[in-house]
């Protein structure tokens, strides 16, 4: 059921899996965007046969996507940006019932009952969503650009496809939203703009919710508030051209 390869970047493993039931399901349907998650498999494939740029990944003098957050910011500007942002809509916020909270709620409870002794991390988690979500298609993708002579690198927590739409998605244990959300919104633009598809959205999560959004609200909203309160360093723009 899962194609699996492990990379060590920068001496870190990232396990990348990909559910091939799961998103030949999603090929079965009926859906006008099938061609877009063809060509998504296709990607996923090469990445299972270790055909990526893999030195890329290992110049610790090349950025990277997980370097970028909102900072500078008061943290009650913060709290007030974030709670405007869901008032408008711009945001959608999904309460610990909503299914991914649940999903992680579920493996912290496994953990529990079967006496582990430590909470779960990002891997039992992400591959516990993996199997049992019939949307989620893969887990810890390698991603990465060019752009001016210059490249940057990534990994994705985890892809799903849920009526017709792809979704990126990053578990945020520590929560934060806003002030990772340059992160996960540039992982949505890229993978927008690298498989041409139609529509893409974003979501980070927890336990005890999750945040749902378009991730071009991050060189609109996000940008004239962070302008508004004078903070230059939005080093994602650059790479977002």
């Known amino acids: 059921m899962l194609k699996k390869k492990i ?10 899996n990909w559910n091939i039931i799961h998103h030949k399901e999603k090929l079965a349907e009926s859906d006008p965007n099938r061609e877009e998650f063809r060509t998504l498999g296709s990607y996923f494939k090469k990445v299972y ?3 990526i740029p893999n030195d890329l990944f290992n110049l610790r003098s090349l950025p990277r996507v997980s370097q970028f957050k909102i900072r500078g910011l008061r943290p009650a500007f913060m709290a007030s940006f974030s ?5 408008e809509g711009k945001i959608k916020l999904h309460g610990s019932g909503s299914r991914l909270p649940k999903q992680v709620n579920d493996v912290f409870e496994n953990f529990k ?3 582990i002794g430590k909470k779960p991390g990002h891997v039992p988690i992400l ?8 949307n989620s298609v893969a887990i810890e993708i390698p991603i990465w650009k060019k752009i001016n002579n210059n490249h940057i690198t990534g990994h994705i927590d985890l892809i799903q496809i849920e009526n017709g739409i792809v979704k990126v998605i990053d578990y945020k244990p520590e929560g934060n939203f806003l002030f990772s959300l340059p992160q996960v919104a540039t992982y949505g633009l890229f993978i927008k703009s690298k498989f041409n598809l139609h529509e893409i959205k974003c979501i980070s999560f927890n336990r005890k919710e999750a945040w749902e959004y378009d991730p071009n ?4 909203d996000v940008k004239n508030y ?3 309160q004078r903070i230059i360093e939005r080093k994602w723009e650059e790479f977002l051209e």
């Open 7 to 16: 990379y060590i970047h920068q001496n870190i493993p990232y396990a990348f």
């Open 49 to 51: 046969q270790g055909t």
């Open 83 to 87: 709670k405007n942002l869901i008032r």
């Open 113 to 115: 009952t079967s006496d």
């Open 127 to 134: 591959k516990n969503i993996l199997i049992k979500d019939k």
């Open 217 to 220: 609200i991050l060189l609109t």
């Open 226 to 228: 962070l302008i508004s």
